[in-house]
């Protein structure tokens, strides 16, 4: 993402027009659609429909590109049949959907803080991303600092998220971010000028952390059903 959004940096400063520069960034993304006929389906998945035959063709495919030993494949075919037996027995358990995560008080309280959670970690995010025009100084350097921020939030989040676990580390992110957001609201404005710059990257930098973090958290608060 950070590298996307540098070089973004660099293509807007020469495209001034926003729908030049919309269509420049958007109509490549449509060769994604290539990856219909390009990118073969997953064997795991392939497996659990039945589709033994399509599965083995794609493994053994991987395995030639890879220059791997076919030997060692073969005697995992009649793992494969225990494995389609497995999941044609899982199609009798209860199917999960978006409202088990209000089903129990539990997972109602997880659901609700994950949501006030997100909702607050985005708006200072695209708040600070936004309005970095009204920040002093020129506007594309601003924008490529805030998005190189990345890489000291993605460090701070590696580090700090090992040590102090995943809610203490967040909760410290906020605190931070929070404070900082309230000082520069509060400062008079002759002090603020020389401030926002220094605020403006540390929110760049807590916020990014904080979003890697709960990239991770969320997943892990829920069950594997319901991911």
């Given amino acids: 993402m950070t590298t996307g959004l540098v070089i973004l940096t ?5 495209i001034r027009q926003w729908r030049a520069l919309q269509l420049l960034i958007s109509i490549p993304q449509s060769t994604i659609l290539a990856y219909w006929w ?3 389906e997953s064997p795991r998945w392939l497996l659990s429909q039945g589709r033994v035959k399509e599965a083995e063709v794609i493994i053994m495919m991987a395995a030639r590109i890879n220059k791997a030993d076919l030997c060692p494949l073969l ?3 009649g793992s ?3 494995q389609i037996e497995s999941s044609q027995d899982r199609k009798h358990e209860p199917k999960y959907t978006v409202f088990d995560l209000l089903r129990t008080p539990k997972l109602r309280s ?3 803080n994950v949501f006030f959670h997100w909702i607050a970690v985005c708006m200072v995010y695209f708040g600070v991303s936004l309005n970095v025009t009204l920040l002093p100084g020129n506007t594309y350097v601003n924008f490529c600092i805030l998005s190189l921020m990345d890489i000291p939030g993605c460090m701070v989040a590696m580090v700090l998220t090992e040590k102090l676990g995943r809610p203490k580390s967040l909760c410290l992110y906020f605190v931070i971010a929070g404070l900082g957001c309230i000082g520069s609201s509060i400062l008079p404005e002759r002090f603020s000028k020389g401030y926002c710059h220094k605020m403006a ?5 807590l916020n990014n952390t904080c979003f890697y973090s709960s990239w991770l958290y969320t997943t892990e608060l829920y069950p594997t059903v319901l991911r």
């Fill in 201 to 205: 990257g540390l929110w760049a930098c």
């Fill in 38 to 40: 390009f990118i073969p």
């Fill in 110 to 112: 997880i659901t609700l």
């Fill in 10 to 14: 660099g293509i807007a400063y020469f």
């Fill in 80 to 82: 494969w049949k225990v």
């Fill in 75 to 77: 005697p995992m075919q």
